[in-house]
């Protein structure tokens, strides 16, 4: 089984790594994704599938739930409510709209999320980010909370 300590540490690794689109290199840049892949690696190895590009605005203009369905794919879906430190939690930025924007949870209600125009941030998971959950994962052989 895999810590949600070792996802942790790994995720905090990649704080101060600039936004850079589709990007998903340590120190160097990521975006949301690249972030979750980034960790992803660090876990498993090879990532499972490859990204395709996409453009900032990919989940308005084309509407499908592209993220998601990957999630499922490749992640083990569980209740938004009982996410625990180093899921994945997904985003709608608008209500209607697909989920476009990943973080990991990390303690003390806190995420780790590459941050548009910034950096990989911890900031506080607030009203804001929780009105706009859409999913939660954990990755998969992952231990419970705590661990």
Same mark, same amino acid.
């Given at each position: 089984?895999? @810590?949600?300590?070792?996802?942790?540490? /790994?995720?905090? /690794?990649?704080?101060?790594?600039p936004y850079r689109h589709q990007a998903s290199a340590k120190?160097? !840049?990521?975006?949301?994704? +690249?972030l979750i892949r980034g960790v992803w690696r660090a876990l *498993? +190895?090879? #990532?499972?599938?490859? %990204?395709?590009? *996409?453009?900032?605005?990919? %989940? =308005?203009?084309? +509407?499908? /739930?592209?993220?998601?369905?990957? %999630?499922?794919?490749?992640?083990? /879906?569980?209740?938004?409510?009982?996410?625990?430190?180093?899921?994945?939690?997904?985003?709608?930025? =608008?209500?209607?709209?697909?989920?476009?924007?990943?973080?990991?949870?990390? #303690?003390?209600?806190?995420?780790?999320?590459? *941050?548009? !125009?910034?950096?990989?941030?911890?900031?506080? *998971? $607030?009203?804001?980010?929780? %009105?706009? @959950?859409? $999913?939660?994962? @954990?990755?998969? !052989?992952? @231990?419970?909370?705590?661990?």
């Amino acid at each position: 089984m895999i @810590s949600r300590h070792v996802i942790l540490a /790994e995720a905090r /690794e990649w704080i101060g790594t600039p936004y850079r689109h589709q990007a998903s290199a340590k120190g160097a !840049g990521c975006d949301c994704l +690249g972030l979750i892949r980034g960790v992803w690696r660090a876990l *498993y +190895g090879a #990532e499972p599938e490859l %990204a395709p590009a *996409y453009t900032p605005d990919w %989940a =308005e203009a084309q +509407g499908a /739930e592209t993220l998601l369905e990957a %999630a499922r794919r490749h992640l083990v /879906e569980v209740e938004r409510d009982a996410a625990a430190p180093g899921d994945v939690l997904l985003f709608r930025m =608008e209500a209607n709209s697909p989920a476009k924007h990943a973080a990991i949870l990390d #303690e003390e209600q806190r995420l780790i999320h590459a *941050y548009w !125009g910034r950096a990989v941030v911890r900031s506080r *998971y $607030a009203p804001w980010w929780r %009105a706009r @959950s859409a $999913a939660a994962f @954990s990755f998969p !052989g992952v @231990s419970p909370w705590p661990n």
